[in-house]
């Protein structure tokens, strides 16, 4: 079945440091990419996505990149604050039609200390 | 805001009974899916539905069942629960897309 692998499992840096995150996905139909920060003891949110017509997308200090080519994905964080400390999830459309189920990797935890 | 409720934050049960965990949704959205979530592996879908009645297995539907009688509402039933079931189960909605998450059930059986 489809399969979101990502990387690395664990993270740490200091504050004002950049973070990045690497996932790829096996599906070939996939065309939307979000990335859910999962803070301890909470629900995941959503923090910044992209679709498949698009190579990147920034806000703020967040960036997301795609390489549709090589089926991979990537999360840049710029000037980390240790409230960027969480969980990390990268997502994979199962499929390309609207609203359907997404496929998740295991999860980053990034560590951000000051 | 998009609320997700999920009826129950912790649920201790016996091996063998049935359970059911519901999830209700307060923005029309026609999509909804249940996952689990266990540390080391993500979250793993379960079941979704793309409408009333509708249906789709997902990774893991072993030992589950789902059902969505109306729009709002989703349930997902451990016929017989087992100690391998033993998780946080994170029921989700959306129109298209993303995906709006409850807070989770956490379920321990014994």
């Known amino acids: 079945g489809e399969n979101v692998e990502q990387h690395p499992s664990t993270l740490s840096v200091q504050e004002g440091d950049s973070a990045v995150i690497k996932c790829t996905y096996s599906d070939s139909a996939s065309n939307y990419f979000p990335w859910y920060k999962q803070e301890l003891g909470k629900r995941p949110q959503l923090i910044i996505d992209?679709?498949?017509?698009?190579g990147e997308k920034k806000d703020q200090r967040i960036a997301v990149t795609l390489n549709k080519t090589a089926k991979h994905f990537s999360l840049h964080i710029t000037e980390t604050q240790p409230e960027d400390s969480a969980v990390y999830f990268c997502?994979?459309?199962?499929?390309?039609?609207?609203?359907?189920?997404?496929?998740f990797g295991k999860g980053t935890t990034l560590s951000v200390s000051s | 805001d998009v609320k997700v409720t999920q009826s129950s934050r912790y649920l201790v049960k016996r091996t063998g009974e049935k359970v059911f965990l519901e999830c209700v949704q307060d923005?029309?959205?026609?999509?909804m899916f249940w996952y689990r979530q266990d540390p080391g592996l993500g979250l793993r879908l379960i079941y979704f539905?793309?409408?009333?009645?509708?249906?789709e297995k997902g990774d893991i539907p072993e030992g589950y069942s789902v059902s969505r009688e109306k729009k709002e509402r989703f349930s997902l039933i451990l016929e017989s629960a087992s100690t391998n079931q033993t998780s946080m189960y994170l029921c989700?909605?959306?129109?298209?897309?993303?995906?709006?998450f409850g807070n989770g059930t956490r379920l321990t059986v014994t």
């Open positions: 997502a994979a459309s199962k499929g390309n039609q609207a609203g359907t189920a997404l496929i």
């Open positions: 992209i679709r498949s017509n698009v």
């Open positions: 923005m029309d959205h026609e999509n």
């Open positions: 539905s793309y409408d009333v009645k509708m249906k």
């Open positions: 989700a909605s959306s129109r298209g897309s993303p995906l709006h």
